[in-house]
């Protein structure tokens, strides 16, 4: 897939750090509200901007959700038990966190959370509970189009788990910075599985996603910048019918676990840097691809310093590690079964790290097919002849 592009270097959007607080705090019954124990929570939400946020000065309030729903309009925190077929909705100009504690929302009417304005929101999964939310397959706004929906910055944590099941589009989605830290989180989806527009950000947590559309994607192409999602810990399960991992403008990975079982491309953006974790990658176009989006249409590159990766590629015209820019590796674990191993428009510097192409050992990057796997012919991939490169000039 080929796009041009710019990356605005050294530009990043700030993030939202929301620590959690254990369900097993000072929580009271049959919706009362109290306060707990004293929990003080940094909050970057935008730009040189940050706030304090402590949660023990703010309300806590019992909720057993009926099917009538629940209109948060207040700060603070909200424990919810029980189900309902309504929705949660958030509309308040302070901070809101809303800890499930084994709650089942089927909304029979738009998101199942949905949170129209709120200074940030955290959503917490209490410590040994299950948590399952679902969204109608149609309503009146379709800009509303995530089973969890925030207009404004969104984080996730905690130590339960929590099923999402999206009937419309998306399963979570965020306008401003998602992040994710903890918990257990299930997504199914008709389309993308989780979007932050301005950042998406995943430091912890076990995800599996299974979307019809991409995995999970930071989209903002109007604000140099932003659209980037970023990867430093946690265990990602995505299959997807389109993009696993993609950003607008830029993609870190430095630590974690990932297993793209099934994409086009397995991971995205116009500018890719690696440097940690275990990645695996099965994909039916590119593995991993820089590419421009309308924002970024030069300075395209992949940096690779570090990690455990393994791409397979799908047969056909198709490369594993493609970038319509620059390519450079300097460290790391790459072993590449695939009828193209690299394609690059610009330099390819190989530096150092351990690179296999079919089982066989690459000590420098070249534009060609590096001996097929079985079925091919001598020397080449599968049908191919000799491990030249045929088709499209890049991918």
Request: with cysteine; charged share 15%.
């Amino acid at each position: 897939m080929k796009r041009h592009t710019k990356f605005l270097s050294g530009l990043f959007i700030s993030v939202l750090m929301l620590a959690s607080c254990s369900a097993s705090d000072n929580i009271a019954s049959n919706g009362a509200s109290t306060t707990q124990g004293s929990k003080t929570t940094s909050v970057t939400s935008a730009p040189n901007q940050s706030a304090s946020v402590d949660w023990g000065s703010l309300p806590t309030t019992d909720v057993s959700l009926t099917d009538d729903g629940l209109a948060i309009t207040e700060a603070g925190t909200y424990v919810l038990t029980g189900s309902s077929t309504g929705q949660v909705t958030v509309n308040s100009d302070g901070f809101v966190r809303i800890l499930l504690s084994g709650v089942t929302i089927k909304a029979s009417n738009g998101a199942a959370i949905q949170v129209d304005n709120a200074e940030a929101t955290v959503i917490e999964l209490a410590d040994g509970t299950t948590n399952t939310v679902s969204d109608s397959a149609t309503r009146s706004d379709e800009e509303i189009d995530g089973a969890i929906f925030s207009s404004d910055d969104l984080s996730i944590t905690g130590g339960g788990k929590l099923a999402v099941k999206a009937n419309f589009a998306d399963g979570i989605v965020s306008k401003d910075d998602l992040w994710i830290t903890s918990g257990v989180i299930n997504v199914t989806s008709v389309d993308n599985g989780i979007r932050g527009k301005d950042s998406l950000n995943v430091d912890g947590g076990t995800i599996t996603i299974d979307a019809e559309g991409d995995g999970m994607k930071s989209t903002n192409d109007t604000d140099l910048g932003r659209g980037q999602l970023t990867i430093t810990d946690g265990t990602i399960t995505i299959a997807t019918g389109d993009d696993a991992i993609k950003a607008e403008q830029h993609i870190s990975i430095a630590g974690g676990t990932i297993h793209i079982t099934e994409s086009v491309e397995g991971i995205e953006a116009p500018v890719i840097v690696i440097d940690g974790g275990d990645i695996s990658i099965n994909s039916s176009d590119d593995g991993i691809n820089a590419s421009a989006s309308n924002i970024i249409t030069s300075g395209l590159s992949i940096t690779i310093n570090g990690g455990n990766i393994k791409i397979v590629m799908g047969a056909g015209d198709t490369d594993a590690i493609d970038s319509n820019g620059d390519l450079t590796i300097t460290g790391g674990t790459i072993d590449i079964t695939a009828q193209s191993a690299f394609d690059f428009d610009g330099t390819g510097t190989l530096t150092g790290g351990t690179i296999t192409v079919n089982g066989e050992t690459v000590t420098e990057l070249t534009n060609q097919m590096m001996g097929g796997p079985p079925g091919g012919g001598p020397g080449g991939p599968p049908g191919g002849p000799g491990g030249q490169r045929g088709g499209r000039p890049g991918g």
